[in-house]
C-alpha cells in the first residue's frame, strides 16, 4: 500500500514540476525578452517587407498601383502616431495636497482638448510646470484663477478675461510680495489700486493706467507715511500744479518732511520726500494777502509731459519748439540751494556753491550771504502758460535738473 501512494506521489510530483518548470520558463524576465524582441523584429521584418511580388500584392487606387504590404505599414503607423499622441492629450487628475482627488483636470499648454474646455483646469508649462489653475471657458481663461512662474511662485491671482488680467486681482514680486492690488485692463495696472514695494511697504495709492501713476492718488515714502496727495501723470507727480497755489494749499498736498530756506524776504521749502523745492512769493500785494508758490525746483534729470518723458535737451526742442531763452546764467538763492542738495546727494557734476547761514533750527535756515557769480547754461522753454528751465552742465547736453514757474 504505501509503495502504491510512493508512486502516486511521485507522478503528481513530477507533472507539477512540468507545470512549474514552464511557468518559470515563461515568466522569466531574459526568457520573455528574448522571445519577444525575436517576435515583434519578426513582425517588423515582415511588415517592413513591402517589395511587391506579383500584381496580387497591389492595391489600384485610380490609375496608380499601392504595395499592399507599404499600405498596411502606413496604416499601422499612423495608428501607433494616433495612440501615442491621445494618450500625451489625455487628461489626467492631479492629488491636492489634502491627499485626496481635487477633480481638476489637468492639460499641457499646447494639448487640443485645452481649446474647447469649460470649468474649472490646471495648465502645464513647457517644462511640465503648474501655469496656471482656475477658470476657463470655451478654451479661454475667464473667471478667478492663479498663475505661476516656473519656480512655483504665484505670478498673478483674480479675474481674467480673454486670457489676461481684467476685473480686480494681485500682482506679485518673485520674493512672493505683493507688488500691486487693485483692478486690471489686459494685463495692465488700470483703474483704483495700490503699489507696494518689493519689502511689503506702500507706495501708492490711488489711480493707474497703463500700468502707470495716472490722476489723483497719494504717495508714501518708504515707512510707509503719507507724504502727497494731489495728481500723476505718466507714473510721476505733477509738478506743475505746485506754481500759483498758496502755501496753506501745498501743505494740505504735501505733508512731508521740510527744510525751510530764508534770506529777508525771499524764502524757499525743500521737499525732500518729492524731490522739489518751490519757493515764496509775497501776497501783500492781493486780496488774500497770502502767500503763493512762484515757481517750483525738481531735482530729477528726467522731465515728463503729456505720457512723453525726456532726458535731453534735443528731445524737448523736438517737442516743444525753439526755447524762448538759452543761455548762461547767474544762479539765483533757491537755484544754489538745488545746486548744493544735489552735490549732498552725490551728484558730481557740478561743485557746491560757498553759502553763509545761521541754522538756529534743523529745519530752518537763514541765508546770510551766497556766492552770486556762480553761473549755469540754461534753456528755457514755453508751454500752455508755464516757463520750464532745464539746467545743463553743456550746452546741447542732458539736463540734471528743471524747474516751472508761471509765465
Given at each position: 500500500m504505501l509503495s502504491v501512494l510512493r508512486i502516486y506521489i511521485n507522478i503528481v510530483r513530477e507533472k507539477f514540476a512540468k507545470?512549474?518548470?514552464?511557468?518559470?520558463?515563461?515568466?522569466?524576465?531574459?526568457?520573455?525578452?528574448?522571445?519577444?524582441?525575436?517576435r515583434i523584429k519578426k513582425f517588423l521584418t515582415g511588415l517592413l517587407d513591402v517589395k511587391p511580388r506579383d500584381k496580387d500584392d497591389y492595391y489600384t487606387v485610380f490609375k496608380w498601383m499601392v504595395s499592399k504590404k507599404l499600405a498596411f505599414a502606413v496604416v499601422v503607423f499612423l495608428g501607433l502616431v494616433c495612440i501615442v499622441y491621445i494618450t500625451g492629450m489625455k487628461p489626467v487628475n492631479i492629488m491636492g495636497n489634502s491627499g485626496k482627488d481635487s477633480g481638476i483636470l489637468t492639460y499641457r499648454y499646447d494639448a487640443v482638448p485645452l481649446r474647447f474646455h469649460s470649468g474649472q483646469v490646471r495648465i502645464l508649462g513647457k517644462s511640465g510646470y503648474r501655469a496656471y489653475e482656475g477658470s476657463m471657458k470655451d478654451?479661454?481663461?475667464?473667471?478667478?484663477?492663479?498663475?505661476?512662474?516656473?519656480?512655483?511662485?504665484?505670478?498673478?491671482?483674480?479675474?481674467?478675461?480673454?486670457?489676461?488680467?481684467?476685473?480686480?486681482?494681485k500682482r506679485y514680486y518673485n520674493?512672493?510680495?505683493?507688488?500691486?492690488?487693485?483692478?486690471?485692463?489686459?494685463?495692465e495696472f488700470s483703474g483704483?489700486?495700490?503699489?507696494?514695494?518689493?519689502?511689503?511697504v506702500k507706495e501708492y495709492e490711488g489711480e493707474f493706467s497703463e500700468s502707470e501713476k495716472n490722476g489723483?492718488?497719494?504717495?508714501?515714502?518708504?515707512?510707509?507715511?503719507?507724504?502727497?496727495?494731489?495728481?500723476?501723470?505718466?507714473?510721476e507727480l505733477l509738478y506743475s500744479d505746485i506754481p500759483g497755489k498758496t502755501t496753506q494749499e501745498i501743505s494740505d498736498m504735501y505733508t512731508g518732511e521740510r527744510i525751510v530756506y530764508s534770506s529777508g524776504q525771499e524764502f524757499g521749502v525743500v521737499m525732500p520726500d518729492i524731490q522739489a523745492l518751490y519757493w515764496g512769493i509775497s501776497g501783500e500785494d492781493t486780496l488774500e494777502e497770502t502767500y503763493r508758490a512762484g515757481g517750483v525746483i525738481v531735482f530729477k534729470d528726467t522731465f515728463c509731459l503729456q505720457k512723453r518723458r525726456f532726458t535731453t535737451i534735443p528731445g524737448i526742442r523736438e517737442y516743444l519748439g525753439e526755447p524762448v531763452y538759452e543761455g548762461n546764467t547767474n544762479l539765483t538763492l533757491m537755484e544754489c540751494v538745488a545746486v548744493n542738495l544735489l552735490v549732498d546727494s552725490g551728484n558730481r557734476e557740478f561743485e557746491k556753491i560757498e553759502m553763509k547761514s545761521d541754522s538756529s533750527f534743523r529745519d530752518v535756515i537763514e541765508v546770510t550771504d551766497y556766492d552770486k557769480t556762480r553761473e549755469i547754461y540754461i534753456y528755457s522753454f514755453e508751454n500752455n502758460g508755464l516757463l520750464y528751465t532745464f539746467y545743463c552742465t553743456e550746452k546741447e547736453g542732458r539736463f540734471v535738473f528743471w524747474k516751472c514757474e508761471g509765465v
Open positions: 507545470i512549474l518548470a514552464f511557468i518559470w520558463t515563461y515568466t522569466n524576465p531574459r526568457y520573455v525578452k528574448e522571445h519577444l524582441l525575436i478654451g479661454v481663461v475667464e473667471g478667478k484663477g492663479n498663475l505661476y512662474g516656473k519656480e512655483g511662485n504665484l505670478v498673478y491671482s483674480g479675474e481674467f478675461a480673454q486670457n489676461m488680467y481684467n476685473g480686480t486681482g520674493n512672493q510680495m505683493l507688488w500691486y492690488e487693485g483692478e486690471f485692463k489686459d494685463n483704483t489700486g495700490v503699489l507696494y514695494r518689493d519689502n511689503g489723483t492718488g497719494k504717495l508714501f515714502d518708504e515707512s510707509g507715511n503719507p507724504v502727497f496727495t494731489g495728481n500723476f501723470s505718466s507714473g
